[in-house]
């Protein structure tokens, strides 16, 4: 079992930054890609980065590439999504999640996820 729980999420103009943060806990994380996805009212679950944990690769999505930056610690079992130049499109709940497969951009191929931490971009 992999537990994993986000924090960071808030209010914010448009223009500004936040940082995401996920603590994972239980199973080990080495092998694992861990994965940020976003949701908004009536829209699917899209992904938006992600990082593959023992080397530290990294992938994202076309639309937050060059403003959003994904990273991990590994002494403290934490993955971090640091926000720039938010968007009101960025606006939605922002969910982390693991999987074993290498940078993984579908959201059925991630097995464990957290419960989300809302983000709003007011313009």
């Known amino acids: 079992q992999v537990q994993l729980v986000e924090s960071g999420g808030g209010l914010v103009q448009a223009g500004g930054s936040l940082r995401l943060s996920c603590a994972a806990s239980?199973?080990?994380?080495?092998?694992?890609?861990m994965g940020w996805f976003r949701q908004a009212p009536g829209k699917e679950r899209d992904f938006v980065a992600a990082i593959s944990w023992s080397v530290g690769r990294t992938d994202y999505a076309d639309s937050v590439k060059g403003r959003f930056t994904i990273s991990r610690d590994n002494a403290k079992n934490t993955v971090y999504l640091q926000m720039n130049g938010l968007k009101p499109e960025d606006t939605a709940v922002y969910y982390c999640?693991?999987?074993?497969?290498?940078?993984?951009?579908?959201?059925?191929?991630?097995?464990?996820w957290g419960q989300g931490t809302q983000v709003t971009v007011s313009s």
């Open positions: 999640a693991r999987t074993q497969r290498l940078l993984a951009r579908a959201p059925h191929q991630y097995d464990y």
């Open positions: 239980g199973r080990t994380l080495s092998s694992s890609t």
